[in-house]
């Protein structure tokens, strides 16, 4: 896949341009208060299921406070956009972005779900990008004025909050939606509850057959970015574990006070 036009500069500096936030969002954002930036739809047929994804930038906060909110802004715009070119591919099409998420809506659960985990491998969790994670939830909505609410794009958004950086999430009923997915493991993740849905659902993580589902690229501990170890600005032994970092600014600042970003 095409690498995000601003690969190049990030070599000098952080970023992305997140869009500007629309003034209206779904009850999901509004409800959740989330930074969604990049809403996905696949679209199907009014009066049918829908499978409503939601992917945003894990750690982000992080991010925007280790490189500076106008590189943070640069990244989240080029994820957006790279994964507005992925949604036709996959018979998606892109609600809108909300700060550093997307949202969208397909209308072949099976499709979303592939959609998912490329945003997730193929998009985030390279060398130099931050990890991405993604939720989704099948099951019928209201479209206006070409957002759409309900209780299924509420529960997509709230999925999506239980996955970490390189995560692909689904609930029990978009797994029954998607049918059998040639090329992918769902591995039961169990009940979870979720706030302000009723009763727990049962989650599915999605990963590439025979990957690990923790498979992936280590974490600079300061501004969440995944850095390749052979190409990494540096590495330092922490507690009997090795951290890896994208500048020598990040390992600089994980030096003096270590404790500060680990994370359980």
Not at 21 to 39: K, L
Not at 85 to 94: N, R
Not at 188 to 211: C, D, M, T, W, Y
Request: with cysteine.
């Amino acid at each position: 896949m095409p690498w995000p036009r601003s690969a190049a500069r990030r070599q000098r500096t952080a970023h992305y341009q997140p869009a500007a936030a629309p003034t209206t969002g779904s009850s999901a954002s509004r409800q959740a208060g989330e930074r969604w930036v990049v809403a996905v739809s696949l679209a199907m047929a009014p009066g049918t299921s829908h499978t409503f994804l939601f992917a945003d930038l894990a750690g982000f906060t992080a991010l925007a406070s280790a490189m500076g909110d106008a590189s943070a802004a640069d990244i989240a715009e080029d994820f957006a956009q790279t994964v507005l070119g992925l949604a036709g591919e996959h018979g998606a099409e892109q609600i809108k972005t909300i700060g550093d998420a997307v949202m969208a809506r397909a209308s072949d659960a099976g499709e979303a779900v592939r959609f998912g985990l490329r945003i997730a491998h193929d998009v985030g969790g390279q060398h130099f990008f931050p990890a991405v994670r993604v939720g989704m939830h099948t099951g019928v909505a209201i479209e206006r004025a070409g957002d759409w609410f309900g209780a299924t794009v509420n529960i997509a958004a709230r999925v999506a909050g239980e996955a970490r950086g390189g995560d692909v999430l689904l609930t029990e009923t978009t797994r029954r939606a998607a049918g059998t997915l040639e090329g992918i493991d769902l591995h039961e993740l169990g009940r979870r509850e979720l706030r302000n849905v009723p009763e727990p659902l049962v989650l599915f993580a999605a990963v590439p057959q025979g990957r690990p589902s923790d498979a992936g690229l280590p974490i600079d501990p300061v501004c969440r970015m995944a850095v390749n170890p052979v190409r990494c600005a540096g590495t330092l032994s922490f507690r009997g574990r090795e951290y890896h970092f994208c500048s020598l600014d990040c390992a600089a600042a994980f030096g003096a006070t270590p404790e500060r970003f680990l994370r359980d």
